[in-house]
């Protein structure tokens, strides 16, 4: 199925220079000689070794390892209650290891092997305690694994900016938003999701060129890495039917259920009971403090107001996301300008960032190379990331004050992480109504009319 963008460029072509064409990095760029000159014709001309690609993995391989810096007080001193959120070095790896680290750990595989995560994380869970087994059982082992799976993310970082740039067409520079991200710096080594960011950047990427089956396949897998995926193939959906080409879409779909069972196939088969239990924490499963249902159940407690039960959280957060889903269903079949795949994905994603019962501020990596596709616009993306960064600060000294009681001289109370909380939820509404605008009123312009291909 073809999406509405051209192809990208050839060795022949030029690109799209991101110093002249947005006003921060035009204004960034004053101190060092100002936008690249009317004159130049980039892409044109051989650069030698520092292709754009180059320079973008560079860049994202010495943002890895700034973000494997700011984890290293909990490197060295372990990962403990309050310690490891009083300084902001927690993460998901050393915290997912059941207690003395079972002979066989391999989430999903082994018989018995409790993990909180999708299948796809506890397939690279298990690799990772695989490849650091060598290390023992103790302290070492944890730290092993730790800096297994920040290898591995980082090679994603790598090659998730890599799609970015190619699906980005003449915007290759756009691939900068995901390899120098402050938000990453904070995030990226906290969880496996990046996983599920890249596999649906991949599919984003087979899809704009019309590798469509390909494209279904890896967006299925992506959906077991983590389920936002599932609001990318409704995009394809939508707009398989606003193009005509149904058809294709459908494919892509059946494609998408063939990767889903893929992943799920050896799952039921090997330890269904841990699929079961993964499915039933979705209806089971407590809202998260930074969801708006926690949000809310946190100051219901503090000042005396009914809090949500379980049913009504479930309740709302379905009615949440059903109107969400007929908004990107509306706004992809009757929006005046065509939306791409990453437009339409991105304002699903947004919405779902903040109607999700299971919200977390690490989620927002799914979002980030959407943006970097659909609004390549560094101020408003950046001034999102610094309200996702502050929810997240904010999360990790509120943890400090519940789980470890201390003082508030490391922690904060609960009005200030709920303000953090809505603020990052009020900054991805922003975002969202940037693009939709971007939509209803073609004339205002968005950089990815310039030339671009997007997904």
């Not at 790896?93 to 391999?106: D, K, L, Y």
């Not at 599932?230 to 459908?250: C, N, Y």
Request: proline content about 6%.
């Amino acid at each position: 199925m073809q999406d509405s963008r051209a192809a990208g460029p050839s060795q022949e072509d030029s690109i799209v220079v991101p110093s002249r064409s947005d006003p921060l990095l035009a204004a960034m760029v004053e101190s060092v000689g100002g936008p690249l000159g009317r004159r130049t014709e980039p892409g044109r001309s051989r650069p030698g070794f520092f292709t754009v690609e180059r320079v973008l993995v560079i860049m994202a391989a010495v943002s890895a390892l700034l973000a494997v810096v700011a984890k290293n007080h909990c490197r060295v001193s372990g990962w403990t209650t309050p310690d490891q959120y009083s300084t902001v070095c927690w993460s998901q790896f050393p915290n997912s290891i059941p207690t003395g680290w079972p002979g066989s750990w391999f989430p999903f595989v082994s018989t018995g092997s409790t993990f909180d995560g999708s299948p796809v994380s506890g397939f690279v869970a298990g690799v990772a305690a695989w490849l650091t087994g060598f290390a023992g059982t103790g302290t070492a082992r944890t730290l092993a694994f730790f800096d297994a799976n920040a290898v591995l993310v980082a090679a994603v970082w790598i090659f998730t900016v890599v799609v970015v740039a190619r699906t980005a067409g003449r915007r290759p520079w756009d691939g900068a938003m995901v390899a120098a991200s402050p938000l990453l710096l904070l995030t990226a080594f906290v969880s496996w999701d990046f996983w599920a960011a890249a596999l649906v950047g991949l599919g984003i990427l087979l899809f704009v060129r019309r590798n469509t089956l390909w494209s279904g396949l890896v967006l299925g897998v992506a959906a077991m890495a983590a389920p936002y995926a599932i609001l990318v193939l409704l995009a394809v959906l939508v707009l398989g039917i606003r193009t005509r080409q149904a058809t294709a879409a459908l494919e892509t779909l059946a494609a998408g259920v063939v990767g889903w069972l893929l992943v799920l196939a050896p799952v039921m088969a090997l330890d269904g009971s841990a699929w079961r239990q993964y499915m039933g924490g979705f209806l089971s499963g407590t809202a998260t403090e930074s969801s708006i249902y926690g949000g809310w159940n946190l100051l219901a407690a503090r000042i005396g107001l009914p809090g949500l039960d379980g049913g009504a959280v479930n309740g709302l957060a379905a009615a949440l996301l059903v109107l969400v889903v007929l908004g990107v269903v509306a706004l992809g079949l009757y929006s005046p300008a065509r939306p791409s795949l990453a437009e339409l994905s991105a304002v699903a994603v947004a919405g779902l960032l903040v109607v999700d019962k299971f919200a977390q501020p690490w989620h927002a990596v799914w979002l980030l190379p959407l943006l970097a596709l659909a609004l390549p616009r560094w101020r408003p993306v950046l001034l999102w990331q610094a309200a996702v960064a502050v929810h997240f600060i904010a999360l990790m000294l509120f943890q400090s004050k519940v789980l470890g009681n201390i003082s508030d001289q490391h922690a904060i109370d609960t009005p200030y992480f709920v303000l953090a909380s809505a603020l990052a939820g009020a900054a991805s509404c922003a975002l969202a109504a940037l693009l939709v605008r971007g939509l209803l009123q073609p004339r205002h312009g968005l950089p990815r009319r310039v030339g671009a291909r997007h997904g």
